[in-house]
């Protein structure tokens, strides 16, 4: 038997299969839960994604729209419509961050195409168009080299913000963090001495300090009054080093947890030592802290959970087959989001309030 080409579109079918291969290889690199608000349930929050868009979803409207769908085969997963869209970067968006707290505050991310780029969080949220405009941009610098040739410019892997000192920090690929003026949009200071690109870092504001990650297998500590190094963690030998891809810090900067290869190294940092050495199975790609315990994700479709001393107390199954981010609501809601660009919203207890793919522009 055979089928009718009389109606046979060549063109269609060949987007069509495109589109479903752009699909099924998004990744999502970051999820940020939105600020509680007057409300301290979990509910909005926000999705960078590798085709450059920031989506918003509403954890209650994907709730309902789980109950009502329909996983005919095992494989499938819903395919959610998000509350807001927008085109925020040429090219994958890597890292997204809140400056300010409550309706006031302001969306931040970055990307590859070496741009942060801010949005009031009230106007993003409320927004039923995709067109919402950023009130700030702020653009990595490029180097000039032989007869005044411009670099490349470098993408930024990472934000951090100290709102204390009205500072946004990037790390970039060219090796360098960035402290930024929020106010005038200028760069107040440059930290060098990585030898390759950052993946990451983060702000400790309690000591004045950004700690760096990077390609080149160490971690550094830096005087942000000062813009100089006070520590490296981590062998700078080229043969054994493994790249810091993951940061955290508990809530009383006290304690850091470093990603490295399928390590995670866990730092007393008014001792200055190293007291425990977590290994995992794959690659760590994210790392945070939930109180004195620390939650993992990486290059397998896990979700663990560790005390300080490395004892493995949880392990949940996530949809991405590869994860390359956790965020936690302070209630204790955690997002899990990765290739496939799938995200798995699980509740305090473990179970999986829902699982879905967020769709793009």
Not at 132 to 141: F, H, Q
Not at 149 to 177: K, R
């Amino acid at each position: 038997m055979h089928g009718d080409a009389t109606n046979w579109n060549e063109d269609e079918y060949r987007e069509a299969i495109l589109k479903e291969r752009e699909i099924q290889t998004r990744t999502v690199f970051r999820t940020a839960w939105a600020p509680p608000s007057r409300n301290p349930n979990p509910d909005a929050f926000v999705v960078a994604s590798s085709d450059g868009t920031l989506a918003l979803h509403s954890t209650n409207s994907l709730v309902s729209q789980t109950a009502a769908f329909g996983y005919s085969k095992g494989e499938d997963f819903m395919v959610a419509v998000p509350e807001g869209l927008v085109r925020a970067h040429e090219g994958p968006v890597y890292d997204v961050k809140f400056y300010g707290e409550d309706e006031d505050a302001l969306l931040l991310s970055c990307g590859d195409d070496g741009r942060v780029r801010g949005w009031k969080w009230r106007d993003f949220a409320d927004s039923t168009e995709n067109h919402v405009k950023p009130l700030l941009e702020l653009t990595n610098p490029q180097h000039k080299g032989p007869w005044g040739a411009l670099s490349p410019m470098p993408e930024i892997n990472a934000i951090s913000v100290d709102p204390q000192s009205g500072s946004v920090f990037t790390a970039a690929g060219d090796s360098c963090a960035y402290c930024w003026d929020l106010e005038s949009g200028k760069i107040k200071m440059t930290f060098k001495g990585h030898s390759d690109y950052l993946h990451c870092l983060i702000s400790r504001s309690s000591a004045s300090q950004i700690l760096t990650g990077s390609e080149d297998g160490t971690a550094r500590i830096w005087d942000c009054k000062t813009g100089k190094c006070i520590k490296v963690i981590g062998s700078q030998e080229k043969k054994s080093r493994f790249r810091i891809s993951s940061m955290a810090l508990d809530e009383s900067e006290s304690w850091l947890a470093c990603g490295q290869g399928k390590n995670i190294a866990v730092w007393n940092l008014p001792a200055s030592e190293c007291v425990s050495t977590i290994f995992s199975t794959a690659h760590v790609q994210d790392v945070m802290f939930d109180e004195k315990q620390i939650l993992s994700v990486g290059a397998e479709p896990l979700l663990r959970r560790f005390d300080l001393n490395g004892a493995l107390l949880s392990q949940i199954q996530c949809a991405p087959s590869s994860a390359f981010s956790v965020s936690l609501h302070p209630a204790g809601v955690v997002a899990v989001g990765g290739y496939g660009g799938l995200v798995d919203v699980i509740s305090q207890f473990g179970s999986h309030l829902c699982t879905f793919r967020s769709s793009s522009l």
